[in-house]
């Protein structure tokens, strides 16, 4: 088992930063990976950004790229989601993932989730 708690959504003005925590506890040694997936209202969850635990190696979904940055802390067991240029169309609840295996941009590879951060861009 993997417990995941997310930190640090809110409330931002558009154009404005935010950073997403995201603790991982458990049997983390057995996870390939992790990401970021959000759901806004009325819509589907889909794939914001991962990050493999082995390589380094990052991915993003085209709406995002270049304005955020997933990272992670090894020794804290512990990833990061800086949200830079937010946009009104960012707002949703944001949920960090665990995975078993590639690919990280599948929601199929994912085992664990986290409940979820909520976050609002305001115009």
């Not at 925590?21 to 806004?40: H, I, K, L, P």
Request: proline fraction near 2%; charged fraction near 20%; hydrophobic fraction near 30%.
């Amino acid at each position: 088992q993997v417990q995941l708690v997310e930190s640090g959504g809110g409330l931002v003005q558009a154009g404005g930063s935010l950073r997403l925590s995201c603790a991982a506890s458990g049997r983390t040694f057995s996870s390939y990976g992790m990401g970021w997936f959000r759901q806004g209202t009325g819509k589907e969850r889909e794939f914001v950004a991962a990050i493999s635990w082995s390589t380094g190696n990052t991915y993003y979904a085209d709406s995002v790229k270049g304005r955020f940055t997933i990272s992670r802390d090894n020794d804290k067991n512990t990833e990061y989601l800086q949200m830079n240029s937010l946009k009104p169309e960012d707002t949703a609840v944001y949920y960090c993932a665990a995975a078993g295996r590639p690919p990280l941009w599948s929601e199929r590879s994912y085992d664990y989730w986290g409940q979820g951060t909520q976050v609002i861009v305001s115009s």
